[in-house]
């Protein structure tokens, strides 16, 4: 499966572009199909201390990113990429209308990329090394 990611990084690139698509568009395209009104966001899980849904979002785009992007000078670049594209998707929101800046947001997409750099450190260290 990590080979399938590597030779296709195209589906990293796609998820990107998907991703930035939906955090610039002013309102909610999900709660446009959903709800049929863009000024209402589908919650999948309630919020604790950060947005679930951002979360989950940046979890799925680290791990496909991480699947992707195997070598060490990949990877750091990758980490930096992914936390700069989460304060700066999250700050565009200031001046997109139909949206809103929330800390609660911010933390959401930091929190979920950071669940992978320690969930990716965890199998590197204690993993199934190949022989």
């Known amino acids: 499966m990590i080979k399938f990611f590597s030779n296709y990084k195209i589906i990293f690139y796609s998820i990107n572009i998907s991703l930035i698509t939906l955090y610039l568009y002013p ?3 999900f709660g446009l199909l959903v709800y049929n009104d863009n000024k209402i966001q589908p919650q999948i899980t309630p919020d604790f201390f950060v947005s679930s849904n951002h979360v989950y979002v940046f979890v799925l785009v ?17 980490i930096i990429y992914l936390l700069l594209l ?3 998707l999250e700050i565009l929101h200031l001046f997109i209308p139909e949206r809103s800046f929330q800390i609660s947001d911010l933390f959401g997409n930091f929190s979920g990329v950071v669940v992978v750099i320690f969930v990716r450190k965890i ?3 204690y993993g199934i090394q190949k022989k």
């Open 27 to 29: 309102g909610s395209l």
């Open 62 to 78: 680290s791990a496909v990113g991480f699947l992707t992007f195997r070598n060490k000078n990949q990877t750091k670049n990758l």
């Open 86 to 88: 989460s304060f700066i």
């Open 123 to 125: 199998i590197n260290k």
